[in-house]
């Protein structure tokens, strides 16, 4: 027997039990067979218990059947049911799907995924720290090192791949490279990096392997891997009669998951497919929202509380993190949890729905430019009240506390038991505190470290909140979501009348924060306020800053009126803090986006609001300078992409707006396009008469192109105004100043 000391870096099933991949303490990696047998629970009468060995039998492998008691989640009782055990992890999935066709059966615990349920049972975790003792072959024991609740922890020294498709024509400007000329691929690892000739598929791959040959590379770390390059390298081994060696595991294909289109939140997202490896991770920076938000310490951190192994991690929501930290936690509880669980809403009359689905508390801001006012922020106000309430689907409507009530709605929060939702929040809020504290006191390497994976619990608490009221969530229901938005507007009020018992004027509130102004009060009087309203409602606010200035920006098409999420200021430290307008928007041309960041970053260097209107002129001269610009036809490609998405099939547009316009000129060139998924064009002549003549999609400018200076000039001048409509500069009156320069011709050529 041998015995290795490392991290669990993959794990995934295979027939006998479960492919276990470590790295030592040298980056060595090794391939152990852990044996492991997966279980999931039946309930149903004694007739349909009978069938359940007859229905397993076709799959030829071991099954053990057996009474167990679990506990029902929202009654808390025992209830009697049948454990099925399986011998082969790769055959899970099937079992269950024949368990669901036997009449009278209820399933449990069978649509979690194995490798997850794997982390689950056996309370490891990927990357755990973990002394293996093995023959070789099989892991004949794991015994951890390491603790989930570690706060710090090492991680493996990793070797990245970086790979990418570089066009010889707009280089890498973020537009996918299946929608426009091939270019060349682009790797590189440990400061080398090599071109790979897209034309010659043979040696495009041997290229491919020498590397991953010679580096063994832990990560593979793509831009449009999953969409594009995976596909067209596999593509092109096969083409060239060439094994591609992606997989550590020889004997493992990469695994692939089909793309979607979905609707949520009355958007429609696109979600590429995924190209997954064995032994090996491949991470896709084009399709993950974790990594984009909080790069691999962030992942990684999401990754280890969630028991998902990292490259599936790195393709799923945030919600999806935060459903199975509590399906864990449930299981690990002996909590039985349903198969395809869905909890539509009860039913309630129209005065019942005007009292409970009010949603958070918000305040019109006042329009204007203000100075000395600050901003105080409840620390992750809803998962707060969730685990300092007790507020969990099993909690709500208690029939043994009729004393605990939550205001102005009135439903009972039990007492007695701990929910299961405020168990995991209770870790997660414990943690993101201590991580934003040691960012606080660190610098460098450090800092980052703390702030990536401080940023990636902020958004699993974010999402704990929208999943409490979803009805397909694990451990959804509406009346809790109800629950936690009726106390957060009961605190926001108190700590309204709180700060106006002070002597300060509210000048905006926003579910979880509020802007207070009061003539003379400094840093000191806001903390003071800030200590005052968290010993009044027991939940932790904090002074987010005092702006040197801050402006409410008013409404498009309601002059005067205020917009809650549409602001712009800068905190006496020189931080600065914008929402709701061009720079911050994803479909924002860079030209247009660069030159609104410079006019703030202007303004935003001045020390009042005197100052600011004295450095006007200057704010004005950037903008003039971004029109000549314009004007003389010197703006690159990359500075006017815009980028829109698809809300449907290219087939179902009947209009022929820019999106229709460019989704059909990809169409027509090869691109496969999906409802959701982000194009980019180019504004070549708005005018024109011909469809085609309009807009242009990025990738297929070709060398013919030009820009209508006109619609990008009035882009310009509506982000500017954005910025100084405050100063009594409108969208008309920056025109008229600038003159013949806002006044471009039509079409200018580069």
């Known amino acids: 027997m041998a015995i290795i000391e490392g991290w669990l870096f993959d794990v995934y099933p295979a027939a006998e039990g479960m492919a276990v991949w470590m790295l030592d303490a040298d980056g060595r990696p090794h391939r152990l067979l852990a044996p492991y047998r997966p279980a999931l629970f039946v309930a149903g009468p004694r007739r349909a218990l009978d069938q359940i060995e007859r229905a397993l039998r076709p799959l030829g492998i071991p099954v053990a059947v057996r009474p167990a008691v679990q506990r029902e989640l929202m009654s808390g009782e025992e209830v009697p049911v049948v454990r099925v055990s399986l011998g082969s992890p790769a055959a899970f999935p099937a079992a269950a799907r024949r368990l669901a066709q036997v009449d009278g059966l209820t399933l449990y615990n069978c649509d979690i995924p194995v490798s997850r349920l794997f982390f689950y049972d056996t309370r490891l975790f990927p990357l755990v720290r973990c002394r293996v003792e093995t023959d070789g072959v099989v892991a004949r024991s794991l015994e951890p090192l390491s603790r989930l609740e570690d706060l710090e922890y090492d991680l493996p020294p990793l070797t990245i791949l970086r790979l990418r498709v570089v066009s010889a024509v707009h280089g890498d400007a973020g537009a996918s490279p299946a929608h426009g000329p091939r270019g060349v691929i682009e790797a590189g690892v440990d400061g080398e990096t090599v071109v790979l000739d897209g034309d010659d598929a043979d040696e495009v791959i041997r290229s491919l392997n020498r590397l991953l040959e010679r580096y063994d590379p832990d990560v593979i770390l793509t831009e449009w891997g999953d969409a594009f390059l995976v596909p067209r390298l596999r593509a092109l081994a096969a083409r060239a009669g060439v094994p591609l060696r992606l997989n550590r595991d020889p004997h493992a294909a990469v695994r692939r998951r089909r793309a979607r289109s979905y609707v949520t939140y009355g958007q429609v997202v696109h979600q590429a497919g995924a190209q997954l490896l064995h032994g090996r991770w491949h991470i896709d920076l084009r399709n993950s929202f974790i990594y984009s938000e909080a790069e691999l310490a962030g992942l990684l951190e999401v990754a280890r509380l969630a028991g998902i192994p990292v490259q599936e991690q790195a393709r799923t929501s945030t919600g999806t993190a935060i459903s199975s930290m509590q399906v864990q936690q449930a299981v690990r509880d002996g909590i039985l949890i349903p198969w395809q669980k869905s909890e539509p809403e009860g039913f309630k009359t129209a005065a019942q729905l005007i009292v409970t689905d009010k949603g958070g508390l918000t305040y019109q801001p006042l329009v204007g430019v203000f100075e000395q006012v600050g901003e105080l922020d409840f620390s992750s106000m809803y998962p707060t009240m969730m685990a300092r309430f007790n507020i969990s689907p099993e909690t709500i409507g208690c029939r043994c506390c009729p004393d605990s009530r939550v205001p102005e709605i009135q439903y009972t929060i039990c007492r007695r038991r701990r929910g299961l939702v405020p168990r995991v929040l209770d870790h997660l809020l414990a943690r993101r505190l201590y991580y934003k504290r040691r960012r606080n006191e660190t610098a460098g390497a450090a800092r980052a470290l703390y702030q990536q994976r401080q940023t990636a619990l902020k958004w699993c608490l974010v999402t704990s909140f929208g999943y409490l009221g979803y009805r397909n969530a694990r451990f959804g229901r509406i009346e809790a979501h109800e629950a936690v938005t009726a106390f957060a507007r009961e605190v926001l009020l108190q700590a309204k009348e709180i700060a106006e018992g002070q002597g300060f004027r509210m000048l905006h509130a926003l579910v979880d924060s509020m802007w207070l102004q009061r003539p003379g009060a ?180 070709g060398g013919d192109w030009s820009y209508d200076a006109d619609a990008y000039a009035t882009l310009l001048l509506r982000a500017a105004a954005t910025v100084l409509e405050l100063f009594g500069w409108s969208e008309a009156r920056l025109r008229k100043a600038l003159g013949k320069v806002a006044a471009t011709s039509r079409a200018s050529s580069p």
């Open 522 to 701: 400094g840093p000191e009087a806001y903390e003071a306020l800030a200590a005052a309203i968290t010993q009044a409602t027991g939940l932790p606010i904090f002074v987010e800053g005092v702006y040197r200035w801050v402006g409410f920006l008013p409404s498009r098409t309601h002059a005067g009126v205020g917009v809650p999420n549409r602001y712009l200021g800068v905190f006496t430290d020189g931080t600065t803090k914008v929402r709701g307008i061009e720079v911050r928007r994803s479909d924002t041309p860079a030209l247009v986006a660069t030159t609104q960041a410079a006019m703030l970053a202007r303004m935003f260097a001045c020390p009042d609001l005197a100052a600011v209107r004295r450095a006007l002129p200057d704010v004005l001269g950037i903008l003039e300078q971004a029109l000549l610009r314009l004007r003389a036809g010197e703006v690159r490609p990359e500075e006017l992409a815009i980028t829109t998405r698809l809300s449907q099939e290219v087939a179902a547009y009947r209009h022929n707006t820019v999106q229709a316009i460019s989704a059909r000129a990809l169409d027509r060139h090869g691109a496969r396009l999906a409802p959701g998924e982000a194009i980019q064009y180019i504004i070549t002549n708005r005018a024109a008469a011909l469809p085609d003549d309009r807009v242009r999609p990025y990738t297929l400018l």
